[in-house]
């Protein structure tokens, strides 16, 4: 039976099963426009501080690069420095927007954690299958949108 001939909303036995099994209605948009929110915020709060880390450690490597007598056991110390550096200005925003992530798609449908999902359904192996899934007219919409 078709979606668009159902008459009946499904019953709420139905609609357990189908979220005990992993299948919820997501809105993959939502998600995205709450990632993008919560960074254009973190950038609109932090941007300046973050242009000014970034002035300073342009300033000192530049001032450093008439240094001719950079041996390898001076290497090391630079590079953890710029790599912890680099954590601290990439971890928080990164932090943000998979928190943002978490949050914009457990609001939507709750959290409940399953492993269904994730076993293998040897049905939807099949090449002809996702061909045909990939060639719908909605899918079609999708990648032209």
Sequence with gaps: MAISERTEPPSPRRRSEARAKGQVARSAQLTSVIVLLAGLL???????????????????????????????????????????????FAGPPLALIAGAALVGGAGQVGVRVTLKPLSPDI???????????????????????
Excluded: H, I, K, N
Aim: glycine fraction near 12%.
């Design 42 to 88: 973190y950038v609109r709060w932090v941007g300046p501080a973050m242009v000014e880390q970034v002035r300073g450690l342009l300033a000192e490597s530049f001032a450093s690069l008439g240094r001719a007598d950079l041996t390898a056991a001076e290497l090391w110390p630079l590079a953890e420095r710029l790599g912890l550096w680099l954590a601290s």
């Design 123 to 145: 049905g939807r192996l099949s090449p002809s299958a996702g061909l045909g899934r990939m060639l719908v007219q909605a899918g079609v919409e999708w990648l032209l949108a």
